[in-house]
């Protein structure tokens, strides 16, 4: 395996989180915002003539600055753990290149970090949950999505243990296999949340949760893309100056 510095792939691997922020914060304006003004248009009319509270930041500031910012700080953060992800993936998980590499990376933390905690806790708009189990729900789906990483990464390992006898297609089915299965046996054992009023409208839910997906999917494939592209042209390089001097070293 070529030696790249760690600090060259992190620092791209922020670069890339920030340029795939840019499409990620597209997205959550053009889907997010309607269901969310929706929902606070439900909420406000619950709650007339109990009193409103005044808003500490105006609703058009959370929408367009407040909206970027955690969109952009979100995006550089994940994008310098999974260039340290990648750092130690590279050459340990098969013969692939840097591209597939942060590809399969990708895929691996849409499906661990945005799907399968999605799927047992899906975000849920405001007004459509009882604000004062906020914290217990949070803490459930950070659960969700702790034991969606351990359970990723032990399928990992099983998968690259039952190669050398199963093969690698079937090492891989059968480690996937494995990972649906625990993930179901997890799914069964932790709580569930339902606390979306009746009356709450359907299509504002289903258009929300719709938007928050779309916005994990576009996040990581947008990564993958990139961050593929800068890794590359950081090893490759190398990987020749490497093959050069061997092959100079040989002729000697």
Excluded at 31 to 51: K, T
Excluded at 194 to 209: G, K, Q, Y
């Amino acid at each position: 395996m070529v030696n790249i510095s760690v600090g060259s792939l992190l620092g791209r691997g922020m670069l890339a989180g920030l340029l795939a922020g840019l499409p990620t914060l597209a997205v959550a304006y053009l889907l997010g915002e309607g269901p969310i003004d929706s929902a606070i248009a439900y909420e406000d009319g619950h709650m007339a003539g109990h009193g409103m509270e005044e808003e500490l930041v105006s609703r058009t500031l959370q929408s367009t600055a407040g909206l970027a910012t955690g969109i952009v700080v979100t995006s550089v953060a994940l994008g310098g753990i999974a260039a340290l992800v990648f750092a130690f993936a590279l050459g340990r998980i098969g013969r692939f290149g840097p591209r597939a590499t942060a590809l399969l990376l990708s895929g691996a933390a849409f499906t661990a970090v945005g799907l399968v905690p999605f799927l047992k806790y899906p975000a849920n708009p405001p007004a459509s949950s009882d604000p004062e189990t906020l914290n217990s729900r949070t803490a459930l789906f950070f659960l969700m999505i702790a034991l969606s990483v351990l359970l990723a990464v032990a399928a990992v390992i099983l998968g690259r243990r039952l190669a050398p006898a199963l093969g690698n297609w079937n090492a891989t089915v059968a480690a996937g296999a494995a990972f649906v299965v625990a993930v179901g046996v997890a799914y069964a054992l932790l709580p569930s949340v339902s606390e979306t009023p009746e009356d709450f409208p359907a299509t504002v839910l289903w258009e929300f949760r719709v938007a928050a997906l779309a916005i994990q999917a576009t996040l990581w494939v947008s990564f993958g893309l990139v961050f593929g592209h800068l890794a590359e042209r950081l090893i490759h390089p190398v990987t020749r100056a490497v093959r050069a001097a061997e092959g100079s070293a040989s002729a000697v």
